[in-house]
């Protein structure tokens, strides 16, 4: 099976090595991976600032750059939820209205992906640790995954996976949101480390790199004895030991 692999704009510049692990784990999972190196923005950014028109046309360049012929997998449920459910508000009834359906119908978040089209939840990794597992906005609401996180962190040797208070509560981030509410930002950040810390985890996981970038500031800033890591890394975690 071919995939084309949408890599987002800030995880190509920020956690380059997530954007490898990912590749690692489809071609694990039996998948031929095409990656366009010419891709760059879903548009996501402009969207939700309200420029439509700059949003419209980084949207078409993401069109182009895919095919549309196979299935999409992304490691970030936010830019996926982008695509899937508001390039509908930018490109109905223009001329690429089909191949913008196609393709809406072909990209995948990479749990979503691997859990339920592959159906594959096993990958032979080993992290040592307990851990929560943050639901993003994106990815619950947007793109609607729950259990397929769950069920790739409950199959990794050695991972204790704990219950987080007030689980479905956004970390703070929400892009630009961050910079105009950093008061509120922070609170939030503070809200969602502190319940995890509550419970004993030393790791923070999610299918965001921006709500872990988020977290993980802040983790930083108070020097605090717990890491964010995304879904990919810890699948592709220890390999080595198995």
Known sequence: MT??????CFMDQLYPDTAFNTVKILEKAGCKVSYNPEQTCCGQPAFNAGFWDEA???????????????????????CTGMVKNYYSDLFTNTAVHNKCRSIQGNIHELSDFLVNTLQ????????????????????????KIKAE??????????LELLDLKDNDTCCGFGGTFAVKFEGISSAMAQQKI?????????????????????????IDKHQLP???????????HGWGNV
Not at 56 to 78: Q, T
Not at 149 to 158: D, E, F, N, Y
Not at 194 to 218: F, K, P, R, W
């Open 3 to 8: 995939v084309e692999l949408f890599i987002p």
């Open 120 to 143: 594959k939840d096993y990958f032979g990794a080993e992290l040592d640790g307990r851990a929560v597992y943050h639901d993003s906005c994106a990815g619950l609401r947007e793109c």
């Open 226 to 236: 717990i890491k964010s890591m995304h879904l990919a890394d810890v699948l592709a």
């Open 149 to 158: 996180p769950r069920a790739l962190l409950s199959k990794v040797h050695g």
């Open 56 to 78: 419209k046309a980084v949207g078409g360049k993401f069109l182009n750059d895919f095919s549309g012929e196979h299935y999409i997998v992304s490691p970030s449920a936010s």
């Open 194 to 218: 502190d319940n995890a810390l509550a419970v004993g985890a030393e790791y923070i996981i999610s299918t965001d790199a921006s709500c872990l970038l988020h977290m993980q500031g802040y």
